[in-house]
């Protein structure tokens, strides 16, 4: 067969089918573990090897013509019958010899410096080529094994005995110009002599047909059935692919230390009414439709980089995906989004019926180093949130600042419930005084929450958040009873001096969400405050568009003595009607109005606020209703208040928010007016 050799005949006197004297000489030296010193570095036999390496006495085809083949012949020869000679030894030799050469199995013998010692005439028929043309060629270029960083240093390990195995599969182009796959296996041999143990067999596996069909198989899997787009799992793929850093950084590859990636995350607005209104025929014609021109948008938008891949998914429902690879920047992805928004504006004709739609789309682009496929993807999320919220048929690009304010809100709301129980909150209070005098008539309880990791946090910090997520009612709860306990204990310390109402915030929702009459009336029975003390303030457009429950509710409280004040009067429905028919006993008008008290260019002051404020004053009055300031900051301001006939103020003029002990100091004591 070709490329190999018998070695030389045996000479007079030897016996029919024995080897020469000097390869009986090897396998005798061999057996008895001595084995001559090899000087070949490719592990050629000394004694004569053929140019291929082959032994002439009938090496091991796989190479191990030393060592190897002693050690399997010294094996053989302890499984033979009593009487078997040398003769069969070279006989089984042989045969190895032809099996490696006739085997359909690719195969070849890599010396440790890569070379190509044989290869058998299946791998010579893969490649192209006859198989004595391979000796000496390097593995790597026939096979391709250096065309990434992972595949060679694994190749290299083999070769370097630190691996016991390798597997790949690569991509070869045959000499006529057509394309296979293969599966290659590298693994060291054994039983090989010392210096052929740098050697390593190499098997060569067509795989094309059955790549073929896994590729089939994986497009299935992969792509959505509706719009042949890739699906949700194929993105998330690309996505960890284009965010990856090559664990073995070669200085011949291009670095990814620049790389910046982008994403523009989209869903129709109102497709829902679509399925439910024309059928889901209609709303995947549509889908497909859409696809269609994203697909368009992202292989020809005029500001496409270059140098940039683009992915358009479909991640399920109505929401998709542009994966734009080696942004060149923001400017690059809201472009594209514009785009897009222009594109899906156009009316769609499906089967004769036109329909309209639009977008809503979040866009995030940053740096590909140190991002997460999981963060990418919160980011894009939460700007496509922004992007319904803003008002829908809009891009919105993610905004760092914004996100830490929504991260604070959520953690904000994940503590508050156990915050009261922990008993963060404190109250503080800021007094409300008569204008006419300047005597402390009231206070406001202001709630504050010492927050372990913010600090100590206002009221609209997390209020807003407690309304809702239903924890209001809990905390509202704690500051009527807090606020409550305060205002008695003023009035027992100082029972000589007028006592203190108190005014406490509640919001809709606890009247909604709780017996708030109940809670009432249960808190003054255990405090022994007396009603008429209490003052409950509600907000304007939550008093104004009580009905039902929340006016029954008020009602009652109303009944009970309680008095009802409307918070930021003037700034919300102003509904005379209703005012004219909720229990209300105190109209607090909104800072804003005070505030226009001020002087325009240091002379004159405003006359549109004051004549809006002196006609709101003048209302609740001939309604039965007193009137409080809020935001008084000068002495001008509390002036003009006090001619206009606004009965209490409340601001800094007179104090800030201070803890109980400050108002126990003002009782009793001379005009807070500065």
């Known amino acids: ?31 008895a573990g001595t084995g001559p010193t090899r000087t ?16 002439p006495a009938g090496a091991d085809p796989a190479g191990a013509d030393s060592a190897g083949a002693d050690s399997s012949r010294s094996d053989a020869a302890r499984a033979r019958p009593a009487g078997a000679g040398p003769d069969s030894t070279a006989a089984e030799l042989r045969d190895y010899r032809a099996a490696f050469n006739a085997a359909t199995l690719p195969m070849g013998v890599v010396d ?8 058998n005439e299946a791998l010579g028929g893969l490649l192209g080529t006859a198989a004595a043309v391979l000796a000496g060629r ?152 859409v696809a269609a021109r994203l697909t368009d948008c992202a292989e020809n938008d005029a500001s ?37 928004l222009a594109a899906l504006q156009q009316p769609f004709d499906l089967a004769g019926q036109r329909l309209s739609v639009s977008a809503s789309i979040g866009v995030v682009e940053r740096s590909a180093a140190g991002t997460s496929p999981t963060g990418l993807m919160q980011a894009a999320d939460t700007t496509l949130y922004w992007a319904k919220a803003d008002g829908r048929a809009r891009w919105t690009v993610f905004d760092p600042e914004r996100n830490a304010h929504r991260m604070t809100r959520q953690s904000l709301s994940s503590t508050l419930r156990p915050a009261v129980e922990r008993g963060e909150f404190t109250l503080e209070y800021q007094p409300l005084v008569g204008m006419a005098d300047g005597v402390l008539r009231g206070v406001e309880a202001l709630v504050r929450w010492n927050h372990p990791q913010f600090g100590v946090l206002p009221p609209n910090r997390f209020v807003q958040i407690a309304e809702e997520d239903g924890s209001i009612v809990q905390l509202g709860r704690w500051v009527l009873r807090t606020a409550c306990r305060q205002a008695r204990r003023w009035q027992l310390d100082h029972p000589d001096e007028p006592p203190l109402f108190i005014s406490v915030n509640v919001a809709v929702r606890q009247v909604w969400d709780s017996d708030l009459v109940s809670d009432v009336a ?22 104004m568009g009580s009905g039902g429950r929340p006016l029954r509710a008020l009602q ?19 509904n005379l009607a209703y005012l004219s028919r909720l229990p209300v006993s105190v109209l607090k008008l909104d800072g804003a109005f005070v505030k226009g008290f001020r002087y325009e260019d240091g002379t004159h002051p405003s006359p549109a606020d004051e004549t809006i404020v002196e006609a709101m004053v003048q209302l609740a009055h001939r309604l039965g209703l007193t009137v409080t300031a809020e935001c008084v900051e000068t002495a001008g301001q509390a002036e003009r208040l006090r001619r206009i006939g606004c009965d209490t103020g409340q601001g800094w003029l007179y104090s800030r ?18």
């Not at 018998?6 to 089918?17: C, D, N, Q, V």
């Not at 194929?234 to 291009?254: C, G, I, K, N, V």
């Open 138 to 289: 390097q593995a790597c270029e026939l096979l391709d094994l250096a065309g990434d960083e992972r595949t060679w240093h694994a190749y290299r390990e083999v070769l370097l005995g630190r691996r016991s195995r390798f597997r790949c599969t690569r991509r070869l182009k045959h000499p006529d110009g057509r394309f296979l796959w293969a599966e290659i296996t590298v693994v060291p041999m054994t039983g090989a002599s010392a210096a052929e143990s740098a050697r390593v067999l190499l098997t060569v596996t067509d795989i094309s047909d059955r790549r073929e069909l896994q590729e089939r198989l994986r497009h299935l899997q992969m792509h959505d059935p509706v719009t042949r787009l890739p699906n949700r799992t194929l993105f998330f793929e690309r996505l960890a692919s284009a965010l990856e850093t090559p664990p073995y950084q070669d200085d011949s590859l291009p670095s990814r230390q620049g790389a910046r990636i982008g994403l523009c995350y989209l869903d129709l607005d109102g497709f829902k009414a679509i399925n439910d209104t024309l059928g889901h025929r209609t709303g995947d014609r549509l889908l497909a439709a």
């Open 522 to 543: 249960q808190i003054l029975a255990e405090t022994g405050l007396t009603p008429g003390l209490l003052q409950l303030e509600l907000t304007e457009s939550a008093v």
């Open 40 to 55: 070949d570095p490719a592990g050629a036999d000394p004694a004569g090897a053929d140019p291929a390496g082959a032994d």
């Open 657 to 674: 928010a201070v803890a109980p002990e400050q108002i126990a100091g003002l009782i009793g004591s001379r005009p807070l007016e500065g």
């Open 112 to 119: 440790g410096r890569g070379h190509v010692v044989r290869a």
């Open 304 to 340: 496409r980089n270059a140098g940039g891949n683009r992915l358009v998914a479909r991640l399920g429902g109505d929401e998709f995906a542009i994966l734009v690879e080696d942004s060149a920047g923001t400017r690059e992805l809201t472009d594209l989004a514009r785009s897009v």
């Open 1 to 31: 067969m070709s490329g190999t050799s018998e070695g030389p005949r045996a000479s007079a006197g030897t016996a029919p089918g024995a080897p020469a004297a000097p390869v009986t000489e090897r396998h005798t030296t061999a057996a």
């Open 556 to 574: 009652a409280l109303s009944d009970m003595g309680v008095r009802i004040a409307i918070d930021d009067f003037g700034t919300g429905y102003s």
